[in-house]
C-alpha cells in the first residue's frame, strides 16, 4: 500500500462546475498537508497548506483535512479553464522536512 | 523575482556520459532538495541538503552525486548515464524545516539513448 493515494484522473468538468479532489494517506504521522498546482511542463506550486485537521479557505481553494480518516480534500468553486492542471497533494511529519511525501497527482481539465 | 532556477531546460545524453544539472536559488533558503518525477510515481526525493556544505540521500539516490558548497546553489551530478534516469528532474527549496512551503524551479527534461 502507497503511503499516501491519489486518484490519477483525469477528471473532466465544464466551467464553473465545483471540482472536488482527494487524497487518503496511511501515515498518523503527518500533520502538514499541502495541495501543489503543476500545470503542464512546469514545476509544481504551492497552493494551499494546513496544519493538522479542519479547513482552510483561499479565493475559490477550500482544503480539508480529516485526520480521522486519513482523508484530505481539495475544492475548487466556479472553476475555470485556467485551473486545469495536475493537482498533487503532498504530507509530512513535523521535522520531517526530507520526508515530504507527494500523491501521484490527478490530472484536471476545465472545459468552456 | 527569479525563485529556483534550474539549467538545462531539456537534454538529451547518451548511456554513459554524464552531466550536471544546475540548480540557484535567490530566497536566502537554508534546504534544498532534488526530485525526479516519473509518470504515474510521483516525485521522488533523490538528494537535500540543509545548508552549505551539508548533504544527505533521498529516496532514489542511486546513480546521483550532489554538492552544495553555497546557500545559493545546489548542482546534481549524474554520473554514467542510463535509460533509468529519463526523466524530469526539479530542483527545489524551502525555509521551513518542515518542508511545508516548498518551491519548485521549472524542471529540467533528461533523456537518455
Known amino acids: 500500500q502507497k503511503e499516501v493515494e491519489q486518484d490519477p484522473g483525469p477528471l473532466s468538468v465544464p466551467e464553473g462546475a465545483i471540482v472536488s479532489l482527494n487524497c487518503t494517506y496511511s501515515n498518523s504521522a503527518f500533520q502538514y498537508f499541502m495541495w501543489y498546482r503543476q500545470y503542464s511542463r512546469k514545476g509544481p506550486e504551492l497552493l494551499m497548506y494546513?496544519?493538522?485537521?479542519g479547513n482552510k479557505e483561499d479565493g475559490r481553494f477550500t482544503a480539508q483535512v480529516d485526520k480521522s480518516s486519513k482523508y484530505i480534500s481539495l475544492f475548487i468553486r466556479d472553476s475555470q479553464p485556467s485551473d486545469s492542471a495536475t493537482y498533487l497533494c503532498a504530507m509530512s511529519a513535523i521535522g520531517g522536512y526530507q520526508k515530504v511525501t507527494f500523491g501521484t497527482g490527478t490530472k484536471l481539465q476545465v472545459i468552456p | 523575482n527569479a525563485g529556483v532556477t534550474q539549467t538545462p531546460k531539456f537534454r538529451i545524453l547518451k548511456i554513459g556520459q554524464s552531466m550536471t544539472l544546475q540548480c540557484a536559488q535567490d530566497m536566502n533558503h537554508n534546504y534544498m532538495y532534488w526530485y525526479r518525477q516519473d509518470p504515474g510515481m510521483g516525485l521522488k526525493l533523490i538528494y537535500y541538503s540543509v545548508g552549505a556544505g551539508i548533504t544527505d540521500k533521498g529516496e532514489v539516490p542511486n546513480g546521483y552525486n550532489v554538492s552544495r558548497s553555497t546557500t545559493e546553489d545546489f548542482p546534481l551530478r549524474l554520473e554514467l548515464a542510463a535509460p533509468s534516469q529519463t526523466s524530469v528532474y526539479f530542483c527545489a527549496s524551502s525555509y521551513s524545516i518542515s518542508g511545508n512551503t516548498i518551491y519548485f524551479g521549472e524542471g529540467s527534461w533528461l533523456t537518455v539513448v
Open positions: 494546513t496544519y493538522s485537521s
